[in-house]
């Protein structure tokens, strides 16, 4: 670390050091405002005085010290729950709009409710974003009487709701929402035609749960709204079959971290011999080309068990970073076709994509945003890059006592297979519960297969039996328990010792706890430390350890194996220099994550300021700022959805072409900006036309039913879901030597040197 670097982290670190000061005198005030004495009717007074000095106008701050002193009161009259210092200063900092990092087990859920109640105080509304629709049901069950004793409403928000429930959800002074749900909801009020038809309010504040996966794992991902899909004559199969007959190496090759594939000067002579198309790089072969490079990723790169599974006949991917069925996603189009022709399944047409928006974008719409998360600093530049969130690591309320142990790397695979088979049989033997995170279904699959075979019974935990997974995690922490999991263990569980019975968990703590293993180094520290993060919750003990080989992944993208050249054995490697190296490759792969992520912007932050625009103007028309007829309205509002309707399916096929941008030495995302920015300034003039058109064939007229006769309604039924946007992600020019070659050849010699077929 150089000289200004160190600098700048003691200054960081001093900075740290004085905001939690502060936050401990400011939680020793709140303690001091004792307001136990205090009967019922006293106490929600004080809230109805809270309540109109913050309506008239009083800032926040100046009320927080009486506000979180009531609720402290509150939830040990409603719930017994007394908070803890380290809780209420978590609150502050949330309230000061930081991201917090505060340890599992430490009582995130109790410490949003202090912020939450008062932003909530204006009646502007606040939203708590949660992980998924139980924990948003739970937390809002679960805090509820806190709220409702202070005289506030509270509601959740679950998918599948109906119009008004959802109204009357949004309208409550605190409601609890998964962050896709709300976006999804948003999307929905962006094509209503008429504003009854709407359910959220003006943004104001938000608490976001799990925040380093919402705002960063899955910030780019983008939420859909789309037509019905039909049924579809893909020709996926085709492209499939091709694919098939392609050979790796001799035909086609991959990128320098596997990510994407292309094929070579060889692979092009073969593919336009089996599509009989001639030269596959003339512009009207685009789609060929394309089709087949979607093909190709499905049939090389996506592997079924570990990127997927197949149950009841559908495609459903897997999240990555939680190793949970992703639900309601797919990936973009074609390669969604080209997946399900791979596994021979019956294709589906896509639907009309009517709105995107990424999440990232979503959660940029509410002026004030705060979160918290276990596992924060190790990603703090970059939330202070893209959000301006800096992180406050809040102090447990018990030391942490996780024994976290070294990483122990072996050679080969078969050898870290076999030594982790064993270390689970010899903890097992005296009772000690284990939690085992492996890398894919297929992985946890054979490692119980394996245990089965050395007489250890486990529970297994993916994303093939995801429904038994409140069963198996209930259980997790109990004597002699051996759990074999997917990440799907790693975030959002909380594992209890002895199964929550306090006799069990005395002995499991005398045998030292939870025993966290893990089978592989994921890419980002924060899912390792998510991992072991399930150890150790309140001062309990316990120990974490990784088996890594250096045939793994992660490491021979990076040629490990390769500068080592260590000779196979059956015994870990015992060199301090080899686990530094490790480390740094994590490193390494989060900052190129990082800057992947910031070029990606580059592609959708423009297209998002574009729909900000239209939205703005369309915003105006729904809720009648604008003086119009209800048929100039009614007729405006549907052509604005129209046309960008079809700006994004253009949007959407140039960024699956764009990269070949990068071969005429063009820039693709400045490519991209110019080719977008020229559509759109034509979407305005098309509106104006094809309304002043209608206009005059209806007449003038204000029937609702002459409307529905010329078309002028919403789509009859509307689906969302949610993009894998990987791939294109992926496709950002990074075209090998040869593919360039090939593409050379093929598009720019041939012609002129007469090589073309007849």
């Given at each position: ?137 739970r937390d809002a069950h679960w805090m509820g009487p806190i709220y409702r ?106 990128d320098e971290f596997k990510r994407n594939v292309y094929l070579n000067e ?348 239209l939205y703005e103007e369309r915003l105006g028309i729904l809720t009648g ?134």
């Amino acid at each position: 670390m150089n000289i200004a670097a160190k600098f700048m982290q003691k200054f960081k670190d001093y900075d740290t050091r004085q905001k939690l000061k502060g936050y401990r005198e400011k939680a020793e005030l709140i303690r001091k405002r004792n307001l136990e004495p205090w009967d019922e009717m006293q106490l929600q007074a004080e809230s109805l005085r809270l309540k109109k000095e913050a309506s008239s106008g009083t800032p926040l701050d100046e009320l927080l010290v009486d506000a979180y002193a009531l609720v402290c009161e509150a939830a040990k009259r409603q719930l017994g729950l007394q908070p803890y210092d380290v809780q209420i200063m978590a609150a502050i900092a949330l309230h000061e709009r930081f991201l917090i990092e505060q340890h599992t087990g430490e009582g995130k859920t109790l410490s949003a409710v202090m912020p939450a109640y008062l932003n909530a105080l204006t009646g502007e509304g606040v939203h708590v974003l949660t992980f998924n629709d139980y924990l948003a049901n739970r937390d809002a069950h679960w805090m509820g009487p806190i709220y409702r004793f202070l005289g506030l409403t509270v509601k959740s928000v679950q998918a599948g709701m109906s119009l008004s429930e959802k109204q009357e959800a949004y309208a409550a002074d605190i409601t609890y929402v998964t962050a896709k749900e709300a976006g999804f909801d948003y999307l929905r009020d962006t094509i209503a035609l008429n504003e009854a038809d709407t359910v959220h309010r003006p943004f104001h504040y938000v608490i976001v749960d799990e925040a380093d996966s919402l705002l960063l794992d899955e910030a780019r991902v983008p939420l859909v709204i789309a037509g019905e899909p039909g049924f579809s004559e893909s020709d996926g199969t085709r492209f499939a079959e091709v694919a098939r007959q392609l050979e790796q190496d001799a035909h086609y090759e991959f990128d320098e971290f596997k990510r994407n594939v292309y094929l070579n000067e060889a692979g092009s002579a073969k593919a336009e011999e089996l599509l009989a198309c001639g030269n596959l790089y003339e512009s009207h072969n685009t789609y060929l080309l394309s089709s087949l490079n979607c093909a190709l990723h499905a049939e090389s790169l996506l592997k079924r068990d570990v990127d997927y599974i197949v149950r009841d006949g559908k495609i459903e991917l897997i999240d990555e970073y939680t190793g949970r069925v992703a639900e309601n996603r797919h990936l973009p189009d074609r390669l969604q076709a080209a997946l399900t022709a791979k596994e021979g399944l019956q294709p589906s047409a896509g639907g009309k994509i009517l709105g995107t928006i990424t999440l990232q974008h979503f959660l940029s719409l509410y002026p004030k945003i705060c979160g918290m998360t276990a596992t924060a600093h190790v990603s703090a530049m970059e939330f202070e890059d893209i959000y301006a969130l800096q992180v406050v690591q809040i102090p447990p309320n018990r030391p942490n006592i996780r024994v976290d142990h070294p990483h122990r790397i072996y050679t080969h695979k078969e050898a870290k297979f076999k030594a982790l088979v064993h270390e689970i049989s010899s903890v097992h033997r005296v009772g000690r519960p284990i939690l085992i995170g492996t890398s894919s279904v297929e992985e946890s699959d054979r490692l119980a297969e394996a245990l089965a075979v050395a007489g250890v019974p486990c529970h297994v935990l993916n994303a093939s039996n995801d429904a038994e997974e409140a069963d198996i995690i209930a259980k997790a922490g109990e004597i002699g328990a051996v759990t074999v999991s997917t990440n799907m263990a790693g975030r959002g569980v909380d594992i209890r010792l002895g199964g929550g019975n306090p006799t069990q968990a005395e002995i499991v703590a005398k045998l030292g706890g939870l025993y966290v293993i893990g089978t592989h180094m994921n890419e980002s520290v924060r899912i390792d430390n998510q991992l072991r993060g399930r150890s150790s919750r309140q001062g309990d003990p316990g120990a974490s350890v990784f088996f890594i080989s250096l045939e793994d992944e992660l490491l021979l993208r990076f040629g490990i194996n390769q500068a080592i050249r260590a000779p196979r054995q059956d015994e870990a490697l015992e060199e301090p220099v080899l686990r530094s190296k490790i480390v740094h490759i994590q490193r390494v792969v989060m900052g190129q994550n990082f800057h992947i992520r910031k070029e990606l912007n580059g592609y959708s932050d423009m297209v998002e300021d574009q729909r900000r625009i239209l939205y703005e103007e369309r915003l105006g028309i729904l809720t009648g700022e604008k003086p119009m007829s209800p048929s100039e309205q009614r007729v405006r509002l549907f052509y604005i959805d129209e046309f960008w309707a079809d700006h994004l399916a253009y949007v959407s096929y140039l960024r699956e072409s764009i990269h070949l941008e990068s071969l005429a030495s063009r820039n693709p995302i400045d490519e991209f900006h110019v080719q977008i920015t020229q559509a759109y300034e034509q979407i305005s003039a098309k509106i104006n036309s094809e309304s002043a058109n209608m206009l005059v064939r209806l007449g003038g007229s204000n029937d609702p039913a002459k409307w529905e006769e010329f078309g002028l309604k919403s789509p009859t039924s509307t689906r969302t879901y949610i993009i894998s946007d990987q791939y294109i992600q992926n496709t950002r020019s990074s075209w090998t030597a040869t593919t360039v070659l090939a593409y050379y050849i093929r598009k720019v010699f041939r012609p002129i040197f007469g090589w073309e077929k007849a």
